[in-house]
C-alpha cells in the first residue's frame, strides 16, 4: 500500500486544520491507519490510529480531546481533525498503515507516505 498524506499548513493556535492521507492499492480496508509526528529536533511520536473498518482507535494522551480520526474506505482515505491547535503541535505529520493492531510503536506500521508539515503560530 501506498500512502499520500496531505493538507499541513500554516494555522494560529487555536485554529483547525485537517489532514488527509490517501492509499493507493487493494485491500486498504485491511490496513490499520497510524498518525505520528516528528518536531524539529524530536524523535517522531504516535497521534493516533483507527482500525481498518473504523470501528475501533487509539489517540496519544496529547490528542485526546482536540483530534479525531476518521475514515472513508470508499475513498481509500483517512482523515486527521485537528482542533484547538497549539504551538507545540507543530511538527510533521506522517500516516502509516499496518496490519498488527492500533498501537503506537512504529514498528507496527511497517508502510509510511511521505509528511506533511502543519505549523501553529502563536
Known amino acids: 500500500v501506498q500512502l499520500q498524506a496531505s493538507g499541513g499548513g500554516l494555522v494560529q493556535a487555536g485554529g483547525s486544520l485537517r489532514l488527509s492521507c490517501a492509499a493507493s492499492g487493494s485491500t486498504f480496508n485491511y490496513y490499520v491507519i497510524g498518525w505520528f509526528r516528528q518536531a524539529l529536533g524530536k524523535e517522531r511520536e504516535f497521534v493516533g490510529a483507527i482500525s481498518g473498518s473504523g470501528g475501533s482507535r487509539n489517540y496519544a494522551d496529547s490528542a485526546k480531546g482536540r483530534f479525531t480520526i476518521s475514515r472513508d474506505n470508499a475513498k481509500n482515505t483517512v482523515y486527521l481533525q485537528m482542533n484547538s491547535l497549539k504551538p507545540e503541535d507543530t511538527a510533521v505529520y506522517y500516516c502509516?498503515?499496518?496490519?498488527?493492531?492500533?498501537?503506537?510503536?512504529?514498528?507496527?506500521?511497517?508502510?509510511w507516505g511521505q509528511g506533511t508539515l502543519v505549523t501553529v503560530s502563536s
Open positions: 502509516a498503515a499496518g496490519a498488527r493492531g492500533i498501537g503506537a510503536s512504529t514498528s507496527l506500521y511497517p508502510y
